[in-house]
């Protein structure tokens, strides 16, 4: 069975950084998309970056120039390296990868359980 392990949340200081990690496990045949979403408390979970097999990202207009997203294929995982951060920030970060478990089959995907990221001086 497939899982995906967030790592690299806390609390950190306005204007600090921090680097999200996201490796999945498993029996995995082929990753395309990745990404993450955030959930701040009270509000709807929102996208923040994703990134294409061909490498091509996106981001969310809020993050645009302070987040960067990048990924290893070869180790099955995800990054979210943010600088600058602000208060907004904090929510519960979690990542996504669509992938294929067999060479047959569908595309599905599969959920980090979230880690924690606070911005507070």
């Known amino acids: 069975q497939v899982q995906l392990a967030e790592s690299g949340g806390g609390l950190v200081q306005p204007g600090g950084s921090l680097r999200l990690s996201c490796a999945a496990s498993?029996?995995?045949?082929?990753?395309?998309?990745m990404g993450w979403y955030r959930q701040a408390p009270g509000e709807q979970r929102e996208l923040v970056a994703t990134?294409?097999?061909?490498?091509?990202?996106n981001y969310a207009d809020s993050v645009k120039g302070r987040i960067t997203i990048s990924r290893d294929i070869a180790k099955n995982m995800v990054y979210l390296q943010m600088n600058n951060l602000k208060p907004e920030d904090t929510a519960v970060y979690y990542c996504?990868?669509?992938?294929?478990?067999?060479?047959?089959?569908?595309?599905?995907?599969?959920w980090g359980q979230g880690t924690q990221v606070t911005v507070s001086s």
């Open positions: 498993g029996r995995i045949f082929l990753i395309y998309d």
């Open positions: 996504y990868e669509d992938l294929r478990e067999f060479s047959y089959g569908a595309t599905a995907r599969y």
């Open positions: 990134i294409t097999t061909s490498g091509i990202t």
